[in-house]
C-alpha cells in the first residue's frame, strides 16, 4: 500500500553557447575559447521524489463512513535543485558597453575584487541584490573584460505537489474520481533569476517569483 521511488542526479555540462543568438554574440569570434564555461542550463544536483500511499483507516470497512472516508489515496511530488548559471554582462551601446567595440553587445566587464561574496546566497540576498554594478570594473577601450561566461549561479528551486484522491462506485457502470491537489504546497518562494545586465537599475536583484501555493479540486466521471 506504499510506494516510494527517487532519483538523484550528479552532472556537468560545458558549452560554449547556449542558443542560436548566443551562437552569434561570442564575446570574440577569433577566440571562442573565452565562451567555454558552463551551460546555462547546467544543474549539478538534482533530487527527484515521488510517493504514493493507499490510506488503510476504513478501507476494508463496509458501510457510510467506510464509502466516505475509506479507500483515499495520497500521493506527492517533490523537486529540490540548484540554480542555473548567471552571466554578468553589459548591453548598453559603446563606451558605456560594447567594451571591445566589435559592434555586438552583451560584452562581460572584468572580473571583481577576490573578497567579494560569489555564492551560498540566501533568498534575502537575491530580494536586495547580490551584486552592485560597481562591483565589476570596466575593462579598458577595446579590450575584452575578463570576467568568465555562467560565472555565478542563481537561486535553488524545491517544490512539493501533493494530490488526495478515491474512487467512489456510482452504479455497476459509472464510477466517479474525487481528486484534491496542492501545488507548491509548502508554499516555497521559488525566485526567478536576479538581473544580470549591468545597464539594469535591478541588476542583481530578483524581482519575481515562480507559481506560489495553489489549490484545485476535480470530479472525473467513468463510464
Known amino acids: 500500500g506504499f510506494t ?9 555540462t560545458i558549452t560554449d553557447a547556449d542558443d542560436s543568438r548566443d551562437n ?3 564575446l570574440d569570434a577569433s577566440n571562442r ?7 546555462g542550463f547546467d544543474v549539478p544536483r538534482k533530487l527527484s521524489i515521488v510517493g504514493v500511499w493507499e490510506i488503510p483507516f476504513l478501507k476494508s470497512r463496509t458501510g457510510v463512513p467506510s464509502r466516505l472516508f475509506g479507500g483515499w489515496q495520497l500521493s506527492g511530488f517533490a523537486i529540490l535543485q540548484k540554480g542555473t548559471p548567471l552571466t554578468v554582462v553589459n548591453n548598453a551601446a559603446w563606451p558605456r558597453g560594447d567594451f571591445n567595440a566589435d559592434g555586438n553587445g552583451g560584452d562581460r566587464p572584468n572580473a571583481p575584487a577576490p573578497g567579494l561574496k560569489t555564492h551560498s546566497f540566501a533568498t534575502s540576498d537575491f530580494l536586495r541584490g547580490i551584486f552592485r554594478a560597481s562591483d ?3 575593462p579598458a577601450p577595446g579590450m575584452n573584460g575578463t570576467l568568465g561566461r555562467n560565472t555565478y549561479r542563481g537561486p535553488g528551486y524545491a517544490q512539493v505537489d501533493v494530490s488526495l484522491s478515491k474512487r467512489f462506485r456510482v452504479t455497476e457502470s459509472v ?7 496542492a501545488f507548491n504546497a509548502l508554499n516555497r518562494v521559488n525566485l526567478d ?10 541588476f542583481g536583484r530578483s524581482t519575481s ?7 484545485q479540486a476535480g470530479v472525473r466521471l467513468e463510464f
Open 175 to 181: 464510477a466517479a474520481q474525487v481528486r484534491l491537489d
Open 33 to 39: 575559447r573565452l565562451d567555454r564555461a558552463l551551460a
Open 136 to 138: 565589476f570594473p570596466q
Open 193 to 202: 533569476s536576479p538581473a544580470m545586465d549591468l545597464n539594469s537599475n535591478d
Open 4 to 12: 516510494l521511488q527517487g532519483a538523484f542526479t550528479f552532472g556537468k
Open 209 to 215: 517569483a515562480l507559481t506560489p501555493r495553489a489549490f
Open 24 to 26: 552569434a554574440n561570442f
